[in-house]
C-alpha cells in the first residue's frame, strides 16, 4: 500500500475492556516504547528507548522486574530504575547454546498504589535481526505507547501487523517528510501468559512483522545460501559410506540406511547463536562431536547423500508456528528450521533427521503445509509441503479375548505411526530398561491397571519402518461380571489419549492438541458356548469442529467387536468451542462404558 506525505490512516481493534485480574499483583500504568531507524555511512541500526512505570495493587511487598534482552546483534546501551542489575545468559528450552543475555532490573514498591520506574536503551546493530516486536507485557498494561519511525531513505522496510484481533490497540501510520511513523497505543490489555496446550505465541499475541532486510524471497535465499557455504568435505568419507551401507541392495536401502544412519548417531541439539544460528557447522565437526542442530544435521545428510550420486539440496522451511511464508514475508523470522530435499526417481522426499523414529517417506507434522525454500542455482525452489491426513499418526491398540476362568483372557497389540511413533518412541527412549518395560506394560493395562499383563515384547521398533508395534498377553478379571445366567462384558479398555476433560475455569486461550490424529481402541470377544447375545449396545458418533468422537458394538458371526476411534483432524480448539468438546467427550464416554450383556 502507497501512503502520501501528510495522510493519515487510523486502524482501531474495539474489543470489551479488560480488567486486572485477581492475581495482578503488578500492573504497568505508563508505558513508551520507541524504535528508530537510524543510517549512517556505514550501516543501518535501530535504536530502541522503553520507559515503564508501574503500580502496586498489593497490600504486601511487590518486586516488579524489567528484563532487558541483548546479545550479539543487540547491544545494551543503558538501563536506569531503583533497583538491583542482574545480568546472566538466558538459553531457552531445549537450546545447546544460545548467545542471549538479560539484564533484569529488580526494583520494589513497598505500599499498595505506590509506583517505580525504569528505562533502558538498546541498538539492533544488524535490522537482520531485527523481525518482530510484542506488544504486550508479562504485567497487565494501562496505558502503553508504542512507535517506530522509518526515515524516508529507507523505505523498503515495512511493518505487517499480527493477530491484532481481539486486542485493545489502535494503530496510526503517518507519512511526514521525514519518513514514516508507525504508532499503536494499548489499553485495559491482559499479561501475556502460558498455558498448558495453548497456541504457539506467534499465533496468538499481537506483534510487528518488520520486512526490508531482504528485498525478496531471492535475496533471503541468497543469503542463507551464503550462510550455509561452509567446507563440506568429510575425511574417509568413502569407509563411513561402506560401513553405512553394509547391508544395502537398492537406491532406496541407501538413502533409507544413510537416512537412518545420522538418526541414530547424531544427537540433536538446538543451536542458537546470532549469525551462528544461521549457518551451518561443518559435516566433518558434526561427526566428530557427535551432535548437531537442525542445520548441521541436515547439511551432514545432504554431504553424505551426494557423496552417494544423489539429488540432495538443503533446505530452509517453517514450522507450524510461523504463521506466513517465505514468499510472502522475506525475514529471518519467517524460516526457523532446516532439513534436506531429496529429488529421486520423480518423488520429493523431505528428510528431517531431528525426527528419530519415521521412516524417510514421512514427513513430520509440524512442517506439513510449509513453504520450503530449497537450493537451486542462483534462485530458489520454492515448494508448499504435502499435508497427510490424520490416519497418517495412529495409535492403536487391540484385545482379542475368550472367556476364560471367569475372565476375559487373551492378547494385546499396540501398533503406532508417523508423529504418534515418534511421540511414543522418543518418550521411552529416556527411560532405563526397566522403565522402558514398565511404560509397555502400562500401554497394554487399562488406566486403573486392573489387569494381569504378561509378556511383553516388541515385535517391531526398528525406526526405518513405518509400523512400530509390541504385544502381550492380558487376563482382565474386572472386565466381567456373572449374575444368574447372565454374563456382563465390559469391552471399552479405558485406555485412551486426549479424553481428559479440559478445564476452562481459568482458561484465557485456545487449545492446541499434540497433533492431528486417529486414536483407534478394538476388542473382539468370542461368544463363549452356550450363550447368545442378550443386548448389544448400539453405536454413536459425535462430532465437533475439532474431530469425530465413534464408537460401535457390531457381531461378525461368532466374535463381537467393539470399535472405538477418536479422530483429531484440527488442531487448534477455539476457547468457546471447548465446552462442546468437553460434552461429547463425556457423551462418548458413556456410550462406549456400556456393556454387552451375554445370556445362558
Same mark, same amino acid.
Given at each position: 500500500?502507497?501512503?502520501?506525505?501528510?495522510?493519515?490512516?487510523?486502524?482501531?481493534?474495539?474489543?470489551?475492556?479488560?480488567?486486572?485480574?485477581?492475581?495482578?499483583?503488578?500492573?504497568?500504568?505508563?508505558?513508551?516504547?520507541?524504535?528508530?531507524?537510524?543510517?549512517?555511512?556505514?550501516?543501518?541500526?535501530?535504536?530502541?528507548?522503553?520507559?515503564?512505570?508501574?503500580?502496586?495493587?498489593?497490600?504486601?511487598?511487590v518486586?516488579?522486574?524489567?528484563?532487558?534482552?541483548?546479545?550479539e546483534?543487540?547491544?545494551?546501551?543503558?538501563?536506569?530504575?531503583?533497583?538491583?542489575k542482574?545480568?546472566?545468559?538466558?538459553?531457552?528450552?531445549?537450546?545447546?547454546?544460545?548467545?542471549?543475555?538479560?539484564?533484569?532490573?529488580?526494583?520494589?514498591?513497598?505500599?499498595?498504589?505506590?509506583?517505580?520506574?525504569?528505562?533502558?536503551?538498546?541498538?539492533?546493530?544488524?535490522?537482520?535481526?531485527f523481525?518482530?516486536?510484542?506488544?504486550?507485557?508479562?504485567?497487565?498494561?494501562?496505558?502503553?505507547?508504542?512507535?517506530?519511525?522509518?526515515?524516508?531513505e529507507?523505505?523498503?522496510?515495512?511493518?505487517?501487523?499480527?493477530?491484532f484481533?481481539?486486542?485493545?490497540?489502535?494503530?496510526?501510520?503517518?507519512?511526514?517528510?521525514?519518513?514514516?511513523?508507525?504508532?499503536?497505543?494499548?489499553?485495559?490489555?491482559?499479561?501475556?501468559?502460558?498455558e498448558?496446550?495453548?497456541?504457539?505465541?506467534?499465533?496468538?499475541?499481537?506483534?510487528?512483522?518488520?520486512?526490508?532486510?531482504?528485498?525478496?524471497?531471492?535475496?533471503?535465499?541468497?543469503?542463507?545460501?551464503?550462510?550455509?557455504?561452509?567446507?563440506?568435505?568429510?575425511?574417509?568419507?568413502?569407509?563411513?559410506?561402506?560401513?553405512?551401507?553394509?547391508?544395502?541392495?537398492?537406491?532406496?536401502?541407501?538413502?533409507?540406511?544413510?537416512?537412518?544412519?545420522?538418526q541414530?548417531?547424531?544427537?540433536?541439539?538446538?543451536?542458537?547463536?546470532?549469525?551462528?544460528?544461521?549457518?551451518?557447522?561443518?559435516?566433518?565437526?558434526?561427526?566428530?562431536?557427535?551432535?548437531?542442530?537442525?542445520?548441521?544435521?541436515?547439511?551432514?545428510?545432504?554431504?553424505?547423500?551426494k557423496?552417494?550420486?544423489?539429488?540432495?539440496?538443503?533446505?530452509?522451511?517453517?514450522?507450524?508456528?510461523?504463521?506466513?511464508?517465505?514468499?510472502?514475508?522475506?525475514?529471518?523470522?519467517?524460516?526457523?528450521?532446516?532439513?534436506?530435499?531429496?529429488?529421486?526417481?520423480?518423488?520429493?522426499?523431505?528428510?528431517?533427521?531431528?525426527?528419530?523414529?519415521?521412516?524417510?517417506t514421512?514427513?513430520?507434522?509440524?512442517?506439513?503445509?510449509?513453504?520450503?525454500?530449497?537450493?537451486?542455482?542462483?534462485?530458489?525452489?520454492?515448494?508448499?509441503?504435502?499435508?497427510?491426513?490424520?490416519?497418517?499418526?495412529?495409535?492403536?491398540?487391540?484385545?482379542?479375548?475368550?472367556?476364560?476362568?471367569?475372565?476375559?483372557?487373551?492378547?494385546?497389540?499396540y #501398533? +503406532?505411526?508417523?508423529?504418534?511413533?515418534?511421540? *511414543?518412541?522418543? @518418550?521411552?527412549?529416556?527411560?532405563? !530398561?526397566?522403565? /522402558? $518395560?514398565?511404560?509397555?506394560?502400562?500401554?497394554?493395562?487399562?488406566?486403573?491397571?486392573?489387569?494381569?499383563?504378561?509378556?511383553?515384547?516388541?515385535?517391531?521398533?526398528?525406526?526405518?519402518?513405518?509400523?512400530?508395534?509390541?504385544?502381550?498377553?492380558?487376563?482382565?478379571?474386572?472386565?466381567?461380571?456373572?449374575?444368574?445366567?447372565?454374563? #456382563? +462384558?465390559?469391552?471399552?479398555?479405558?485406555?485412551? *489419549?486426549?479424553? @481428559?476433560?479440559?478445564?476452562?475455569? !481459568?482458561?484465557? /486461550? $485456545?487449545?492446541?492438541?499434540?497433533?492431528?490424529?486417529?486414536?483407534?481402541?478394538?476388542?473382539?470377544?468370542?461368544?463363549?458356548?452356550?450363550?447368545?447375545?442378550?443386548?448389544?449396545?448400539p453405536?454413536?458418533?459425535?462430532?465437533?469442529?475439532?474431530?469425530?468422537?465413534?464408537?460401535?458394538?457390531?457381531?461378525?458371526?461368532?466374535?463381537?467387536?467393539?470399535?472405538?476411534?477418536?479422530?483429531?483432524?484440527?488442531?487448534?480448539?477455539?476457547?468457546?468451542?471447548?465446552?462442546?468438546?468437553?460434552?461429547?467427550?463425556?457423551?462418548?464416554?458413556?456410550?462406549?462404558?456400556e456393556?454387552?450383556?451375554?445370556?445362558?
Open positions: 500500500m502507497r501512503f502520501f506525505t501528510g495522510v493519515v490512516f487510523f486502524t482501531a481493534f474495539f474489543t470489551t475492556s479488560n480488567a486486572q485480574k485477581w492475581d495482578d499483583k503488578i500492573v504497568i500504568s505508563q508505558c513508551t516504547e520507541n524504535y528508530s531507524f537510524v543510517k549512517d555511512s556505514k550501516k543501518t541500526v535501530v535504536k530502541n528507548i522503553k520507559k515503564i512505570t508501574y503500580e502496586s495493587l498489593s497490600s504486601s511487598y518486586v516488579p522486574e524489567t528484563d532487558v534482552v541483548y546479545g546483534y543487540i547491544t545494551l546501551d543503558n538501563i536506569s530504575g531503583k533497583g538491583i542482574i545480568y546472566k545468559n538466558i538459553t531457552p528450552e531445549n537450546i545447546f547454546y544460545d548467545d542471549t543475555k538479560v539484564c533484569i532490573l529488580r526494583s520494589s514498591i513497598l505500599q499498595k498504589g505506590k509506583t517505580c520506574s525504569a528505562s533502558y536503551q538498546r541498538t539492533f546493530t544488524d535490522t537482520k535481526y523481525a518482530t516486536v510484542y506488544l504486550l507485557d508479562e504485567y497487565f498494561i494501562r496505558n502503553k505507547t508504542l512507535s517506530i519511525t522509518i526515515p524516508k529507507l523505505s523498503g522496510y515495512q511493518i505487517k501487523e499480527m493477530n484481533e481481539g486486542y485493545n490497540i489502535q494503530s496510526k501510520h503517518e507519512t511526514t517528510a521525514q519518513g514514516e511513523v508507525y504508532s499503536y497505543i494499548i489499553s485495559q490489555e491482559n499479561r501475556m501468559k502460558k498448558d496446550r495453548m497456541p504457539p505465541e506467534s499465533n496468538v499475541y499481537p506483534y510487528l512483522l518488520i520486512t526490508g532486510p531482504f528485498e525478496d524471497v531471492n535475496a533471503l535465499y541468497s543469503w542463507s545460501k551464503e550462510m550455509a557455504n561452509v567446507n563440506c568435505d568429510i575425511p574417509n568419507i568413502n569407509s563411513l559410506l561402506q560401513e553405512i551401507n553394509k547391508e544395502s541392495k537398492t537406491d532406496e536401502d541407501r538413502i533409507s540406511n544413510t537416512y537412518h544412519w545420522v541414530d548417531n547424531i544427537r540433536y541439539v538446538a543451536f542458537e547463536a546470532g549469525e551462528s544460528g544461521h549457518r551451518p557447522e561443518q559435516p566433518q565437526e558434526v561427526l566428530r562431536k557427535r551432535y548437531g542442530d537442525c542445520k548441521g544435521m541436515a547439511l551432514l545428510l545432504k554431504t553424505l547423500l557423496a552417494q550420486g544423489f539429488d540432495a539440496r538443503l533446505t530452509d522451511i517453517g514450522t507450524d508456528e510461523i504463521p506466513y511464508k517465505m514468499s510472502e514475508c522475506p525475514t529471518l523470522a519467517s524460516a526457523n528450521h532446516v532439513i534436506c530435499t531429496l529429488f529421486h526417481k520423480g518423488k520429493t522426499y523431505y528428510l528431517d533427521a531431528t525426527y528419530n523414529y519415521t521412516p524417510y514421512y514427513i513430520p507434522q509440524n512442517i506439513q503445509g510449509s513453504e520450503a525454500m530449497i537450493e537451486d542455482g542462483d534462485k530458489p525452489l520454492l515448494q508448499i509441503l504435502p499435508t497427510f491426513k490424520s490416519d497418517a499418526s495412529l495409535d492403536s491398540l487391540s484385545y482379542q479375548y475368550k472367556i476364560q476362568d471367569n475372565a476375559l483372557v487373551g492378547k494385546a497389540t #501398533y +503406532i505411526r508417523g508423529d504418534m511413533k515418534e511421540w *511414543f518412541m522418543t @518418550s521411552t527412549s529416556y527411560n532405563s !530398561q526397566k522403565e /522402558h $518395560d514398565e511404560i509397555l506394560t502400562n500401554n497394554l493395562n487399562s488406566d486403573a491397571h486392573s489387569m494381569t499383563v504378561t509378556n511383553v515384547k516388541w515385535i517391531n521398533n526398528d525406526n526405518r519402518k513405518e509400523w512400530a508395534c509390541f504385544e502381550g498377553n492380558v487376563v482382565n478379571k474386572n472386565g466381567i461380571q456373572q449374575s444368574g445366567r447372565e454374563l #456382563y +462384558i465390559e469391552m471399552n479398555p479405558h485406555n485412551n *489419549f486426549f479424553i @481428559s476433560r479440559i478445564d476452562t475455569t !481459568q482458561r484465557t /486461550h $485456545d487449545y492446541y492438541f499434540k497433533m492431528r490424529c486417529n486414536v483407534v481402541r478394538q476388542v473382539s470377544l468370542t461368544i463363549p458356548t452356550g450363550y447368545k447375545v442378550d443386548y448389544l449396545p453405536s454413536a458418533t459425535f462430532t465437533t469442529p475439532e474431530g469425530t468422537l465413534s464408537c460401535q458394538f457390531t457381531r461378525q458371526g461368532n466374535t463381537i467387536v467393539f470399535h472405538q476411534k477418536m479422530k483429531i483432524s484440527k488442531r487448534r480448539m477455539p476457547l468457546n468451542n471447548i465446552p462442546k468438546w468437553n460434552e461429547a467427550i463425556s457423551k462418548w464416554k458413556d456410550a462406549c462404558n456393556q454387552v450383556i451375554l445370556k445362558r
